[in-house]
């Protein structure tokens, strides 16, 4: 039950974030994105284990103090998947994507180096 509510959860965050209904920040570590929700924190972030190419992508909750609830892995949410295979995967790699770009505001500084080549 709870890989099933977990997996939902992504799917909300995920859909959530595409719509920016969701505030996501830089971190100290480059490669690692937040949002705070109130009494909890979600990180997202790569890894790519040592020989790998394609990193996998993780989701992690933790406590207002930093204490960490529970953490899983895009391959370790597709085990638990009954859809179609490697949705989980790409829905995770989406959202890390967006979450991304939302905390360093690309959009916005494209937006405005486009204008200033018109």
């Given at each position: ?68 609830i529970e ?32 905390a360093t ?14």
């Amino acid at each position: 039950m709870a890989n099933e509510k977990f997996t939902k959860f992504v799917f909300e965050l995920e859909r959530k974030t595409r719509e920016g209904g969701v505030r996501w920040e830089r971190t100290s570590d480059e490669s690692v994105y937040q949002a705070a929700f109130p009494k909890y924190l979600v990180r997202v972030y790569p890894k790519t284990h040592r020989g790998g190419v394609e990193p996998n992508y993780f989701i992690a909750i933790l406590s207002e103090n930093g204490s960490l609830i529970e953490e899983k892995s895009d391959t370790e949410l597709a085990e638990s998947w009954r859809g179609e295979s490697g949705v989980p995967v790409k829905l995770m790699q989406r959202l890390y994507e967006t979450a991304k770009e939302k905390a360093t505001g690309i959009e916005g500084a494209l937006d405005s180096l486009l204008g200033y080549l018109k």
